[in-house]
């Protein structure tokens, strides 16, 4: 039997959560308001408010310079990523939706990063699939279209430098990987998981932090 240490989260302690973790910059909490008000039916893709502050601890954690995003949403992850790069860092993001990237670009124009952002618009596995070859990405994030994640992972795996890092998003997707086949969206999740699991180039680790995260170390 597995002995289960985790907690139900509540409302009341996911706001003590949040009062513990580093605060969503204003420019961040704007982009949320904004998200919310604007795109009612589809907020829900914005990453959750404690994902910002660990992107960001990760992206100084590792030393990112070179940053790959895959799915861009409003650009809060992005935003929050930009944020903590060096000056002198980049973030190639990668999403097909012009209505929902203004609001991005907005917010990176709005919180002075947009120098740091390249946003480039279409198919998100023919953009990686024109980047260099050779291993160049120091960290990447993956939030879109789950039915594409496995094919994300293998253009983004190869192109990654020695203890490059990628992060998933969903892999949890509302519990729906323990039913996969009542479920297109979780079946797909949940192929992805096996395949990460069995990667033996990454070490990676799942995490259950918001509707699950995986990170991913690249080992060889």
């Given amino acids: 039997m597995t002995d289960f240490k985790g907690i139900r989260m509540t409302p009341e302690l996911y706001e003590y959560v949040l009062a513990h973790n580093p605060p969503l910059l204003p420019s961040q909490r704007a982009l949320v308001d904004i998200t919310r008000s604007a795109l009612p039916g589809v907020a829900v893709k914005q990453i959750a408010r404690e994902q910002g502050p660990l992107l960001a601890f990760l992206v100084r954690l590792t030393g990112a310079r070179h940053i790959v995003e895959v799915g861009t949403f409003t650009g809060l992850s992005a935003l929050s990523m930009a944020q903590a790069l060096p000056a002198d860092g980049k973030l190639i993001t990668l999403d097909i939706s012009e209505e929902w990237t203004a609001y991005a670009r907005d917010a990176w124009h709005g ?50 430098r020695p203890g490059g890092l990628i992060v998933a998003d969903n892999v949890l997707f509302s519990g729906q990987v323990l039913t996969p086949g009542t479920s297109r969206t979780g079946a797909a999740v949940d192929a992805f998981n096996e395949h990460v699991a069995a990667d033996k180039r990454m070490d990676s680790v799942m995490l259950a932090v918001a509707d699950g995260l995986t990170l991913s170390r690249r080992a060889a």
């Fill in 111 to 160: 919180a002075g990063v947009a120098d740091r952002v390249e946003l480039r618009i279409g198919a998100a596995l023919d953009s990686l699939k024109a980047m260099p070859d050779e291993a160049h990405i120091d960290l990447a994030f993956i939030d879109a279209d789950k039915e594409g994640y496995i094919d994300y992972w293998e253009e983004l795996v190869p192109r990654l």
